[in-house]
């Protein structure tokens, strides 16, 4: 099974890229998913979160995400300890969902991770997909939403790899700046390519 990493910076269409991999065929893992139902009562993080963040997880386990992120945003050693419970629960999840994949006959899964490359699992996949757009362009899609300005923008972009270097380490380019159907067509001529007899990771 060849396994792509599928990542790009807030506002790139990244989400909506991932669907078309799987319109096209491939088993697709979303981190973020897999974090909420971790987040969401009954799930794994509330339990053993619930001792060291007690003001951001509710009566029924619920992980306030909001209060979460600002608990730890100015505490380093707040953000270290939560990142060392939970990075391997989502890794945990992912494992199951390779093994689930692998077992139905996927024979490309992609692994939709926004932050690919700063927990390095870019040496993971076989190659790298990146998916981006001009700098305007990204702007205007993030400042469009509900709650989001310039401000906190700058606050996001700033824990993210910088798109040049994304797209320096990338495999493969998805620019959805060109709209829908230009990158559903270079989603399917990727598929294409990986699918190939003999096809090896650049």
Partial sequence: MILLGL??????????????????????????AAVHGLYAAGGEAGPRLMSLFPEAVGNDGAVDRAVLSRRVKADPVALATLEQIVHPLVAAERAGFLDAASTSGARVAVLDVPLLFETGLERSVDAVVVVTAEAQVQRARVLARPGMDADKLALLLARQTPDADKRSRASFIIDTGHGLAAARARVEAIMAEVLQPGWKPT
């Fill in 7 to 32: 990542t790009g910076s807030i506002g790139m269409g990244k989400s909506t890229t991932a669907a078309m991999f799987a319109a096209a065929g491939a088993a697709v893992y979303d981190a973020d």
